[in-house]
C-alpha cells in the first residue's frame, strides 16, 4: 500500500512539472532543434526548418538557438538565414552575426550547464508574414572555418510577439 502512494505521488509530482514547464512558454508556436554530428557544421550543411503559420492577424518573432561548448574558438557566429514561403519563393534573407562570448574576456554568454551554452537570437521582430501556409527558413554558417567546431546543435524558434497588428 505504501509503494502504492509512493508511485502515486511521483507520478503527480512529475506532472505538475512537466505542466509547469509547458505552462511558462506561452510564447512558443515552433521551436526545433538539429544536433550536430561530431559537435561540428560544415558551411554545405544547411540546417532546415519547416513550420505552419495558420494566423497572420498578428506579428512574430523569429530567432535561433545555438548550443556550443565553451571551446567554441571563435566570440561570434556569423549565419545566413533564407526565409521561404509554401511556393518555395524566398520572401526574406540576411546574414547577421551572433555574440556567443564577450569579445574581450572570452566569457562564454548565454545559459551554461557544464562546459556547455545555449542561445537564443532574435533574427526577426515583430514580422508579419504575408500569408497563411508551410514556411521554410534554411540556416547557413558563414564563417571562415570550415568545418566548424564546437557547435552542438542549431535551431529554430517561431514566437508570438504579444501584439496586434494595427
Not at 505552462?23 to 554545405?44: H, Q, V
Not at 492577424?57 to 566570440?75: A, G, T
Request: net charge positive; hydrophobic share 35%; charged share 25%.
Amino acid at each position: 500500500m505504501k509503494l502504492q502512494y509512493f508511485v502515486f505521488f511521483k507520478i503527480l509530482i512529475a506532472g505538475f512539472f512537466v505542466t509547469g514547464l509547458v505552462a511558462c512558454d506561452e510564447k512558443r508556436l515552433f521551436e526545433e532543434n538539429n544536433d550536430l554530428s561530431g559537435k561540428t557544421w560544415y558551411i554545405d550543411s544547411l540546417q532546415v526548418f519547416k513550420f505552419k503559420v495558420d494566423d497572420i492577424s498578428k506579428p512574430f518573432n523569429l530567432l535561433v538557438n545555438v548550443r556550443n561548448s565553451e571551446n567554441y574558438p571563435f566570440y561570434n557566429l556569423y549565419i545566413r538565414y533564407y526565409l521561404q514561403d509554401s511556393a518555395g519563393q524566398e520572401i526574406k534573407s540576411q546574414q547577421t552575426e551572433l555574440i556567443l562570448m564577450e569579445p574581450s574576456s572570452g566569457k562564454p554568454l548565454g545559459k551554461g550547464l557544464g562546459d556547455i551554452y545555449s542561445h537564443k537570437f532574435e533574427i526577426l521582430k515583430n514580422f508579419s508574414f504575408p500569408k497563411k501556409g508551410t514556411y521554410v527558413i534554411k540556416l547557413k554558417q558563414y564563417m571562415r572555418q570550415d568545418p566548424l567546431p564546437e557547435i552542438y546543435s542549431i535551431g529554430f524558434r517561431l514566437e508570438d510577439a504579444g501584439t496586434t497588428k494595427e
